[in-house]
């Protein structure tokens, strides 16, 4: 939602919280009553800050980043601080989607040995991503992040067609 003229930070983060309390009247649908939850982003820009529309969209979209990683049906607003850890933290999203998109995915596989016979029992699948414009990404770090954004099933889902294949020619 775009208000042009409030440049109140506290009477758009009211307006933002009236937003989210309407939101979350129950609703009925048939016999099921459903309770929907919406998380807000808030970000204030005046004349005198000589913001675009996209930078005032962008500090919303963090501080909706920011709402979302603190739990359901919360509003933030945008402070500067937020450019740095939640701006990578979203740059670093971003990528993991396109990533999932354009197959930038590599999957390795390691033997699982035996430490009294060094016999190999099994294998163990090590899911990698290196993206174009960062090297390569700690898997931690992508897969916490895809945990935290819901992508770890469209990833599994991009994985699994290729694992029978993979099985038959590790077996080989």
């Given at each position: 939602?775009v208000?042009?003229?409030?440049v ?16 979350a ?55 500067e ?11 670093l ?16 596989y ?63």
């Amino acid at each position: 939602i775009v208000c042009p003229g409030l440049v109140d930070a506290q009477l758009a983060m009211d307006l933002a919280t009236r937003l989210r309390d309407e939101v979350a009247q129950p609703l009925l649908l048939g016999t099921h009553v459903y309770l929907p939850s919406v998380s807000v982003g808030v970000a204030v820009s005046t004349a005198a800050a000589a913001h675009t529309a996209e930078l005032a969209i962008g500090n919303a979209d963090l501080a909706l980043f920011r709402a979302k990683q603190l739990g359901k049906a919360r509003v933030e607003l945008f402070a500067e601080a937020m450019r740095t850890t939640d701006g990578e933290r979203l740059a670093l999203l971003t990528e993991l989607r396109i990533a999932h998109v354009e197959n930038q995915f590599e999957v390795h596989y390691q033997p699982v040995m035996r430490l009294k016979d060094d016999a190999v029992y099994g294998v163990e699948t090590l899911l990698r991503w290196s993206p174009p414009t960062r090297g390569s990404i700690t898997t931690v770090q992508f897969i916490s992040l895809a945990v935290e954004t819901g992508l770890t099933y469209q990833i599994r889902c991009w994985y699994i067609p290729g694992a029978p294949r993979d099985a038959k020619r590790i077996e080989a």
